[in-house]
T-cell receptor
C-alpha cells in the first residue's frame, strides 16, 4: 500500500515568491497535518485538517495557509517567502484525529529559499 | 501539554538489545505514549504506542511503568538501520488540533 506522498521532493525559490506543496494521504485517512522541520530541530506543527475543516493551527504567520480537498489530499501554501522559511515540510495522515491514532509521515518537501 | 525527557544520545552495539528511556512525570490519565523515529533524510516513522499496558509489535516493544511516569522503548536486536533520532511523545486521547509536539529526542548510534 502506498504511504503518504508529497510533491515536489525538492524546491528552490527566491525571497518574495510563493510556493504550493502537495500531500496525498494514505488511502482511507481523513486527517492531514503539516509540520515544518528546520535543520537540527524536531518538526513543528503548522496545521491540521479533518474532513476538510481546519482544526488546528500552530504559531506560524498568516503567510502560511492550507486546505484539504474532498479526496482528503491537501495543499500547503506559503506567500512572500523569507530566507527563514527554508526547511523540510512534512505531511502526516491518520484515519481520524485522536491520541490512539498513529500519524504516518511522508518524506517531505525540502524547500530552499535563495 | 505534558513534557517528556530523554537522553540526548545513546550508543549500542549491533545485534544487541537497546533500551531507550523516557520520563514523563506530568502525564495525564488520558495521554497515550507514542514513539517515533527519524532516519537521516526521511520523515518521522511511527514505531509504537500504548496507554497503560506493555505493547509489542514487529518493530519494537514498549514497556510502561506502573505509575506511567516513565516508559522504555526496547529494540530487541539493533541493526545499523536502527540508527536514528527517537522521539518519545505524549498525545492526549482527544485534542481538537491533534498536533504532535516533538522534543529533541534521543540520537541512537549503532556500533558495528
Amino acid at each position: 500500500d502506498a504511504g503518504v506522498t508529497q510533491s515536489p521532493t525538492h524546491l528552490i525559490k527566491t525571497r518574495g515568491q510563493h510556493v504550493t506543496l502537495r500531500c496525498s494521504p494514505i488511502s482511507g485517512h481523513k486527517s492531514v497535518s503539516w509540520y515544518q522541520q528546520v535543520l537540527g530541530q524536531g518538526p513543528q506543527f503548522i496545521f491540521q485538517y479533518y474532513e476538510k475543516e481546519e482544526r488546528g493551527r500552530g504559531n506560524f504567520p498568516d503567510r502560511f495557509s492550507a486546505r484539504q480537498f474532498p479526496n482528503y489530499s491537501s495543499e500547503l501554501n506559503v506567500n512572500a517567502l523569507l530566507l527563514g522559511d527554508s526547511a523540510l515540510y512534512l505531511c502526516a495522515s491518520s484515519l481520524h484525529p485522536g491520541g490512539n491514532q498513529p500519524q504516518h509521515f511522508g518524506d517531505g518537501t525540502r524547500l530552499s529559499i535563495l | 501539554d505534558a513534557k517528556t525527557t530523554q537522553p540526548n544520545s545513546m550508543e549500542s552495539n549491533e545485534e544487541e538489545p537497546v533500551h531507550l528511556p523516557c520520563n514523563h512525570s506530568t502525564i495525564s490519565g488520558t495521554d497515550y505514549i507514542h514513539w517515533y523515529r527519524q532516519l537521516p533524510s526521511q520523515g518521522p516513522e511511527y514505531v509504537i504506542h500504548g496507554l497503560t499496558s506493555n505493547v509489542n509489535n514487529r518493530m519494537a516493544s514498549l514497556a510502561i511503568a506502573e505509575d506511567r511516569k516513565s516508559s522504555t522503548l526496547i529494540l530487541h536486536r539493533a541493526t545499523l538501520r536502527d540508527a536514528a533520532v527517537y522521539y518519545c511523545i505524549l498525545r492526549p486521547s482527544m485534542n481538537r488540533d491533534d498536533k504532535i509536539i516533538f522534543g529533541k529526542g534521543t540520537r541512537l548510534h549503532i556500533l558495528p
